[in-house]
Antibody, heavy 117, light 110 residues
Framework: EVQLVESGGGLVQPGGSLRLSCAAS????????MHWVRQAPGKGLLWVSR????????NYADSVKGRFTISRDNAKNTLYLQMNSLRAEDTAVYYC??????????WGQGTLVTVSS | QSVLTQPPSASGTPGQRVTISCSGS????????VYWYQQLPGTAPKLLIY???QRPSGVPDRFSGSKSGTSASLAISGLRSEDEADYYC???????????FGGGTKLTVL
């Protein structure tokens, strides 16, 4: 069974940093592209970033480019999202998601990030 | 504003057929596949339709997808109370170099 378990969310002050982790199991992690997608409270889904299977290629939404960094450790079956210079508008539930042949097929349960003073 | 446009709400009675539209442009729906996700209250999204009209195993055939030009639609037939959820369309956008989602449609079963 595919499992994606996010962690690392919490309350952080504007301008602060946070690193999210996503522990994957139930599939061959190193064979899949992985994504981060976020959802602000009461709002819709917003794609944040993706990384290819070996970590050599990454893409970011314009709203986080230069502030967020996606990475992965295939030996640990773990996906990361380093978030710097956080803003109030980054407040959201952050979902880790697996991609197969180009699209997202499984999502984790999400971790809440709150940016507030 | 979302890159893909969906109606904010839709509704129907049990047994009815409802459709949810998703409008995009030549850089997303017009040039790539469309995907649909269902998000039940308080849960993570779940893949409902991939590559315009394909259903993952386990998704009932009451759910169907279609695409024409720069628009797509999700149809749900034989509406059931458990279908009450938010539905999102998604596609890759060549111009933006990333995935784009619709704003979501909240489906209410009356």
């Amino acid at each position: 069974e595919v499992q994606l378990v996010e962690s690392g969310g919490g309350l952080v002050q504007p301008g602060g940093s946070l690193r999210l982790s996503c522990a994957a199991s139930g599939f061959t992690f190193s064979s899949h592209w992985m994504h981060w997608v976020r959802q602000a409270p009461g709002k819709g889904l917003l794609w944040v970033s993706r990384i290819n299977s070996d970590g050599s290629t990454t893409n970011y939404a314009d709203s986080v480019k230069g502030r967020f960094t996606i990475s992965r450790d295939n030996a640990k079956n773990t996906l990361y999202l380093q978030m710097n210079s956080l803003r109030a508008e980054d407040t959201a539930v952050y979902y880790c998601a697996r991609a197969v042949t180009g699209w997202i097929d499984y999502w984790g349960q999400g971790t809440l990030v709150t940016v507030s003073s | 504003q979302s890159v893909l446009t969906q109606p904010p709400s839709a509704s129907g009675t049990p047994g009815q057929r409802v459709t949810i539209s998703c409008s995009g442009s030549s850089s997303n729906i017009g040039s790539d596949y469309v995907y649909w996700y269902q998000q039940l209250p308080g849960t993570a999204p779940k893949l409902l339709i991939y590559r315009n009209n394909q259903r993952p195993s386990g998704v009932p055939d009451r759910f169907s997808g279609s695409k024409s030009g720069t628009s797509a639609s999700l149809a749900i037939s034989g509406l059931r109370s458990e279908d009450e959820a938010d539905y999102y369309c998604a596609a890759w956008d060549d111009s933006l170099g990333g995935w784009v989602f619709g704003g979501g449609t909240k489906l209410t079963v009356l």
